[in-house]
């Protein structure tokens, strides 16, 4: 977002407070008072959640590669993309740059994987997804609920490129996970969903930029979430039609439960249109479950419990049906049952 | 032959407002009594209020069944204790397939009360022959819950529902809305299936018509809250033919 700078984590000056209105929902500067000592190196604990998918790998440990920092793909390929942390009170910052050459088929399975606590990371991908090409990103986020995060993907679908992209995460202590989309248009084709379970105080923000620079550009979104205890859902999607970019269909629509009488959902959707000849919608609903849904099954038998469990899952697992890889979709939907 | 289903003297508000205003009324086990009355009589409240939707607690009056005290129990535990309400307006769940659904229910109450539970292949098996019997697609078993569902396939899928949990007292809300001749026939003949000596019915509705599929054993008029009157099943077509007035509050 355009007027702040960088974030650097060893520099206090670069730590956005809500006053800066694109992190007006997750205020760093609150939480992060000084710059983080920096964190030692650790060594990798577990597979990761996507390691029965096997392809190639590049891994970081507290902010250190494991091995390469890049990838570029050709032909069908499959990227695990791991962040891990195994620090406490210390914090560390990561970059990698990955690519799909022209006709390529990227499956990109990231995982942040947190242990230790009260650690910040901050990590920044950047991703060239060529015309003609098709990325498909999955990732997963868990963290403990102390620790701090913020994840920047710049993503860059050229004209006629296909990019798919859905983020699982159960929160920090403050959690961002940001994707900004330039998008070339010309029968490009992008899809960025999101879902989030919070519990405790936990916090998520979702925040995605979508800016249409072409014609004949598509966009669907769809993120959903639910939030219990005092936890707090953020949801900020912004579209922007650049002057030119006729023909663009963008749909984006968020919906959360609020299952506590103290979680909150913050949900700012925006489209900024210049263009004469566009599509464009947005949905947005925040509730609870549906009364009458909820006595129908405990009517037949189901306690309530059981039942607001069911229709929870039910709910979100609307964002997981979408992903269009059969093995990838089977770990995030058992990683996110095992998480509800 | 004992009352199975006793209500004495029940009343409910919904919000401020008192709906049921001292209903009795006995069951006995093996018979199908039929509840009319015009609109706003109270009828479908006292569906909910048997069933436990809340917001229509008893503020007043007792419910037994099979000497229990149903008024006590939370609406999972009153299904697990054979209470079964045919909805008016079925409701949908996205996201919950039917077949799951079902089975999640059947399970649910098995556990209750301490039964094991149907393993997936038996299950699969009741399933099938329950749907053929109502002439449903078991394809669309497979879909979510009621979503899409026409009118008479959600009524279907509600006898079809209660023909896999056999509860021992069925109660019908309106279940003829909505319904074609042809579909009124085959959930007619759904619910006469399951007619039997220990079972009880209500059957809940403003028109005669369904009691030509459905032959009650008794009839009751509901109106402002009370069961004003009570005969056999003479009583339908009377009233088919007179209307309710002479039941209505008079006018001061």
Known sequence: ????????????????????????????????????????????????????????????????????????????????????????????????????????????????????????????????????????????????????????????????????????????????????????????????????????????????????????????????????????????????????????????????????????????PELIIYADDVQCAHGNTVGNLDESALFYMQQRGIPADEARALLTQAFLIEVVDRIEHDEAREVVRSWLTAKL | MTAMLSIQNLHVSVGDKPILRGLTLDVPAGEVHAIMGPNGAGKSTLGYALSGRPGYEATEGSVDWNGESLLDLDPAARAAGGVFLSFQYPIEIPGVPALTFVRTALNAQRRARGEDEVTAPAFLKLVKAASAALKMDFDMLKRPLNVGFSGGEKKRMEILQMALLEPSLLILDETDSGLDIDALRIVSEGVNALRSPDRAMLVITHYQRLLDYIKPDRVHVLAAGRIVASGGPELALQLEAEGYDKYLPQAA
């Open chain 1, 1 to 268: 977002m355009s007027a702040w700078p960088q974030l650097d984590l060893t520099d206090v000056a670069t730590f956005p407070s809500r006053r800066v209105e694109a992190w007006k929902y997750s205020d760093l500067r609150r939480v992060l008072k000084e710059a983080p000592q920096p964190s030692a190196s650790a060594a990798l604990t577990g597979p990761g959640p996507f390691c029965d998918l096997g392809g190639e790998a590049i891994v970081f440990v507290n902010g250190v590669a494991v091995g390469v920092d890049a990838f570029v793909a050709s032909g069908e390929q499959t990227l695990r993309l791991r962040f891990v942390s195994d620090a406490v009170e210390t914090g560390h910052s990561t970059g990698v740059r990955v690519s799909a050459r022209a006709g390529a088929k990227l499956l990109l399975l990231e995982s942040h994987e947190g242990h230790g606590s009260t650690y910040v990371a901050h990590n920044r991908l950047t991703l060239d997804v060529a015309a003609g090409a098709e990325v498909t990103r999955i990732v997963l986020v868990e963290e403990p609920e102390d620790a701090i995060s913020v994840t920047e993907a710049q993503v860059k679908v050229a004209p006629g490129g296909r990019y798919r992209q859905t983020i699982v995460a159960t929160g920090g202590k403050l959690q961002r996970l940001e994707t900004q989309v330039a998008h070339g248009g010309q029968g490009a084709d992008v899809r960025l969903d999101g879902l989030y379970a919070l519990t405790g105080a936990r916090q998520t923000d979702m925040t995605t930029v979508v800016d249409h620079l072409a014609a004949d550009g598509q966009t669907s979104q769809l993120t959903k979430g639910v939030v219990r205890d005092t936890a707090r859902g953020v949801f900020q999607g912004k579209i922007v039609v650049e002057r030119g970019a006729d023909g663009t269909d963008a749909r984006m629509g968020h919906h959360a439960l609020i299952l506590g009488e103290r979680a909150e959902v913050d949900a700012k």
